[in-house]
């Protein structure tokens, strides 16, 4: 037990005088004492109480307060009956050592306090024993179809007061507790921390330090147990596993509570087993329908497919327009397994995330790329469709940490099609999107089909020797000029370039008189021997910019 707790209960009378900080320290004891030197019988831990008998000046707190320090006590609890109020110079000797001091009020005896740990302490591993037999049979005789994790987590919840939470590999909350929420950046941290983890090989249960993260209280510590999983690998592990979360401290549990809740992962990795088998006529399904498209059959085989996929999706759901995504994952991952299988998980995972659209076929991988079909409603409204920005940005971090420094995730996106006919144009647009994300730079990038028809989809694709010709060619006379006069060429040319040649807006948007802005640009004509007022060479200094960046 905790001091916290001790504290919280109003019948034992306890007053924090000092050490708030300190209330998250473990009781492992209780020691009643008035010796001025108690040292020979602490072990650590301990709460000591102590009538103050002891006490005959302000002279003796502090080699009191020394002892208990050195001897690791948890606290100090003194009791107001012998002198009327705790002293002063006790109270600061306790701020020196950073040691926790309470008051115990005069109508509270000793004993009560006593017992109380004593009785909390002595029950702890029973009731851990009795809580995972009770466990085990009430998750065990609800079978497949009852209960699942979130019976497992209710019970963690009731029965140990441990607020759990069951975490996919990039931080979504697949199930927890009803009587507590994990916030979405202390997930997303939790996530982080356990993927490094599991890359660098290093074994669970994993230990995340205090943190001060958005909506996470000052000194809350969590638990991390790994769900048993079928990858062995484990750069596989870490972009694919999952995580039960428990807000608690392992440094205070004994054995027993630690293979408690090991046995609870166990029960987890097999109710997500079930799952994961009761999905294979909905993979193969979406297997069939990818073959269809890559044997070029006719449309009408496909839409046959297609009506039997949209109501097993998504019920209720008829004629729905489709939208094609497409993922790649490389580096260790990767060749642990062809890509295929960690780029399947991870584009399931990326699709069942909140704020998605519901019941993403994901059909397979093929040449280490997996193609997902998303149904979606048949009338078209304002964000129906997925974009890649959006499904990205909130686990972008989590990957990268799972990913490493070797290692890419790559996500390409379709527009919406309606009819059969155009699956398999969507999907060529979705993996050309893909190599469009690929031709970017960082871990994690993605693109939509709305960027297939902008310059942006050519600049990736040039050659890096020709980029660095063409922009050299044009861009380092002005930069070579600004750093000899300090002047400003490069910023003004972009300027004018944004104000469409716009004398009046490039001058007032730079702070600028419009005869210094003249000179400016006669000075960039001048260098480069362009001339701006031709769109020729409007466009080149435009694209000079944008391959410079």
């Known amino acids: 037990m905790r001091l916290r707790t001790l504290l919280a209960d109003g019948t034992l009378g306890l007053r924090l005088l000092h050490g708030a900080g300190g209330l998250d320290a473990p009781v492992r004891g209780v020691?009643?004492?008035?010796?001025?030197?108690?040292?020979?019988?602490?072990?650590?831990?301990?709460?000591?109480?102590?009538?103050?008998?002891?006490?005959?000046?302000?002279?003796?707190?502090?080699?009191?307060v020394r002892i208990l320090a050195r001897a690791g006590v948890a606290g100090l609890a003194a009791g107001e009956a012998e002198l009327g109020a705790v002293p002063d110079d006790l109270a600061a000797a306790c701020a020196?050592?950073?040691l926790p001091l309470f008051a115990v009020a005069q109508e509270v005896a000793f004993a009560e306090i006593t017992e109380r740990v004593v009785r909390q302490i002595s029950g702890h591993r029973a009731g851990d024993l009795a809580a995972v037999v009770d466990r085990h049979r009430r998750l065990m005789s609800a079978g497949p179809g009852g209960g699942g994790?979130?019976?497992?987590?209710?019970?963690?919840?009731?029965?140990?007061?441990?607020?759990?939470?069951?975490?996919?590999?990039?931080?979504?909350?697949?199930?927890?507790?009803a009587r507590a929420a994990l916030p979405a950046p202390v997930a997303a941290r939790l996530a982080a921390h356990a993927m490094t983890a599991a890359a660098s090989g290093r074994p669970g249960p994993y230990r995340v330090p205090a943190g001060t993260e958005a909506g996470e209280a000052d000194g809350e510590r969590y638990a991390l147990f790994p769900v048993p999983g079928d990858g062995g690998d484990p750069h596989t592990a870490a972009l694919t596993g999952w995580q039960?979360?428990?807000?608690?401290?392992?440094?205070?549990?004994?054995?027993?509570?630690?293979d408690l809740m090991a046995g609870v992962a166990q029960l987890i990795a097999a109710d997500r087993n079930r799952r994961e088998a009761s999905r294979t006529v909905q993979r193969r399904l979406g297997r069939e329908i990818l073959r269809l498209l890559r044997e070029h059959?006719?449309?009408?085989?496909?839409?046959?497919?297609?009506?039997?996929?949209?109501?097993?999706?998504?019920?209720?759901l008829t004629e729905p327009r489709w939208q094609l995504v497409v993922a790649r994952v490389e580096g260790p991952a990767a060749a642990a397994d062809g890509g295929g299988r960690v780029a399947e998980a991870l584009l399931e995972e990326l699709l069942a995330a909140p704020g998605t659209v519901?019941?993403?076929?994901?059909?397979?991988?093929?040449?280490?790329?997996a193609v997902a079909l998303v149904p979606l409603p048949a009338v078209p409204g304002e964000g129906t469709a997925l974009r890649a920005a959006t499904v990205l940005a909130p686990v972008r971090a989590v990957l990268a940490a799972g990913l490493g420094p070797d290692g890419r995730l790559t996500l390409g996106m379709s527009a919406p099609v309606e009819a059969a006919g155009g699956l398999r144009g969507a999907l060529e647009e979705a993996r050309h999107a893909r190599r469009v994300a690929a031709a970017r730079s960082g871990p994690v990038c993605g693109a939509g089909h709305d960027e297939l028809a902008s310059h942006?989809?050519?600049?990736?694709?040039v050659p890096e020797e020709v980029r660095l010709a063409f922009t050299a060619r044009l861009l380092d006379p002005l930069r070579a000029y600004d750093r000899r006069h300090r002047s400003e060429l490069i910023p003004t040319l972009e300027a004018y370039l944004e104000a469409d040649g716009s004398w009046t807006r490039c001058a007032a948007r730079l702070h600028l008189h419009v005869n210094t802005l003249r000179y400016r640009v006669g000075r960039i004509e001048a260098l480069t021997g362009r001339d701006l007022t031709r769109l020729e060479d409007k466009l080149d200094f435009f694209l000079a910019l944008r391959l410079s960046r």
């Open 297 to 316: 059959a006719a449309p009408a085989e496909v839409a046959a497919r297609l009506r039997v996929a949209g109501p097993l999706l998504v019920p209720g």
């Open 358 to 369: 519901e019941g993403a076929l994901v059909a397979g991988a093929a040449d280490g790329e």
């Open 456 to 461: 942006v989809l050519l600049l990736p694709f």
């Open 31 to 64: 020691m009643t004492t008035d010796l001025r030197d108690p040292s020979r019988y602490l072990r650590g831990g301990e709460l000591v109480l102590t009538g103050l008998a002891w006490w005959r000046g302000p002279d003796d707190s502090e080699p009191f």
């Open 149 to 177: 994790p979130q019976a497992v987590l209710e019970l963690l919840g009731a029965d140990l007061d441990l607020p759990a939470w069951l975490l996919s590999a990039t931080g979504r909350v697949v199930a927890g507790s």
């Open 96 to 98: 020196r050592h950073g």
């Open 244 to 258: 039960l979360a428990v807000r608690a401290d392992l440094r205070d549990w004994p054995a027993e509570r630690l």
